[in-house]
């Protein structure tokens, strides 16, 4: 199925992922819309001082429950934040590094769930480097689970840029399978400095269900708080 694009014409890669790699990918999709058991959390605050300063030497910040697109019957619960990458990543497992990186899981008490990893790289360049590959793996996303299985299919929708600090850019990712199952994802990726954000909420449903408005904020607001 071709990806309906918004605002920027993407390329595909076109080749084929491992069966591991396939079941990995989807797996990663159904635990985002899975997070259960709640618990308080804390964040990571920036000290204050010179903003040059702070993003060398402080731990990027993190959204707070009640950053994230309100829920129409449940509040918003956290878990504290970890140190490593999240197992319910969709998209973008693959290219993560082994950087420095933290994340932050949220839930609902019913079938919403988001997630926040941060990740610090030695540099502003390697930084960017590493923005624009999250970015090049979530667009090609569409493509890898659809050649996974016939019985699965998946629609990507390109919802911008954001002009916050180094930029941040949003996507829709709707997922489903002939058996009936549907999945519906907003996906993120900011950068301020050396520090790059990728934030991740989902739920059962498809794009009438996608709050990309709310979303679009708790990505400014992700971008803002990182130093």
């Known amino acids: 199925m071709p990806t309906r694009d918004v605002h920027a014409t993407t390329d595909h890669p076109t080749t084929r992922?491992?069966?591991a790699a396939r079941a990995g990918l989807l797996t990663a999709l159904s635990a985002l819309t899975a997070l259960a058991a709640a618990a308080a959390g804390v964040a990571f605050a920036?000290?204050?001082g010179a903003a040059a300063k702070a993003s060398a030497t402080a731990s990027p910040a993190f959204l707070s429950p009640t950053d994230l697109p309100p829920h129409r019957s449940?509040?918003?619960t956290a878990d504290r934040v970890k140190k490593g990458v999240p197992d319910?990543?969709?998209c973008v497992g693959d290219a993560l590094p082994g950087y420095d990186s933290r994340y932050r899981e949220f839930r609902t008490e019913l079938d919403t769930g988001a997630v926040q990893l941060t990740i610090v790289a030695a540099s502003d360049t390697k930084a960017k480097a590493l923005a624009t590959r999250l970015n090049k793996e979530i667009r090609s996303c569409e493509t890898r689970i659809e050649q996974s299985d016939p019985d699965e299919g998946a629609e990507l929708r390109d919802y911008g840029t954001l002009a916050v600090e180094e930029g941040a850019h949003v996507y829709g990712l709707h997922t489903w399978t002939s058996y009936g199952a549907t999945d519906i994802h907003l996906l993120s990726v900011g950068r301020d400095g050396r520090a790059v954000t990728i934030v991740q909420w989902g739920e059962l449903g498809d794009f009438?269900?996608?709050p990309v408005k709310a979303f679009k904020k708790t990505t400014t607001t992700a971008v803002k708080k990182l130093y």
Do not use: D, E, K
């Open 46 to 48: 920036a000290p204050a």
């Open 208 to 210: 009438g269900n996608a």
């Open 17 to 19: 992922p491992t069966r």
């Open 88 to 90: 319910g990543l969709a």
């Open 74 to 76: 449940s509040a918003w």
